[in-house]
């Protein structure tokens, strides 16, 4: 599948980017553009935020953690809701809208948000013994 999205980035991404005004096709994760001009977020391996790596060591510092500040902060997921609650709003927006992509959820935000809620709800389970 990966290597089907690198081919079609490859070959046709100027001309998709041309004819929908956009260059959607391999938006970094860490970009601060709308997420609906993202077709296809990339994580890539660097330092920026929001990398592989960078999240890799939170995470990682999030479950050294002892388990009562886990589940505080697990508990405290109010910003990374309010985010995924925005771009449903947005997403609504659109349809309303007759598609017109509009929004103010960046990538970056989006992906961030994304990731920690679901990191929150993996290590759940840890939590409970």
Same mark, same amino acid.
């Given at each position: 599948?990966?290597?089907?999205?690198?081919a079609?980035?490859?070959?046709?991404?100027?001309?998709?980017?041309?004819?929908?005004?956009?260059?959607?096709?391999?938006?970094?994760?860490?970009?601060?553009?709308?997420?609906?001009?993202?077709?296809?977020?990339?994580?890539?391996?660097?330092?920026?935020?929001?990398?592989?790596?960078?999240?890799?060591e939170?995470?990682?510092?999030?479950?050294?953690?002892?388990? &009562?500040?886990?589940? *505080?902060?697990?508990? /405290?997921?109010?910003? $990374?809701? +309010? =985010?995924?609650?925005?771009?449903?709003? &947005?997403?609504?927006? *659109?349809?309303?809208? /007759?598609?017109?992509? $509009?929004? +103010? =959820?960046?990538?970056?935000?989006?992906?961030?948000?994304?990731?920690?809620?679901?990191?929150?709800?993996?290590?759940?389970?840890?939590?409970?013994?």
């Amino acid at each position: 599948m990966y290597a089907g999205e690198i081919a079609i980035n490859h070959i046709y991404s100027s001309s998709l980017g041309h004819q929908h005004e956009s260059n959607a096709i391999d938006v970094p994760a860490f970009s601060k553009k709308s997420v609906w001009d993202a077709w296809h977020i990339h994580c890539l391996h660097n330092e920026d935020d929001f990398s592989k790596f960078k999240h890799r060591e939170r995470l990682g510092a999030f479950l050294d953690e002892p388990k &009562e500040k886990r589940i *505080i902060k697990m508990s /405290n997921n109010t910003l $990374t809701q +309010n =985010i995924l609650n925005e771009v449903i709003d &947005e997403f609504h927006l *659109i349809q309303k809208n /007759n598609g017109k992509m $509009t929004g +103010n =959820i960046s990538v970056r935000d989006y992906v961030t948000a994304l990731a920690w809620q679901k990191a929150y709800a993996a290590t759940g389970a840890l939590n409970l013994g």
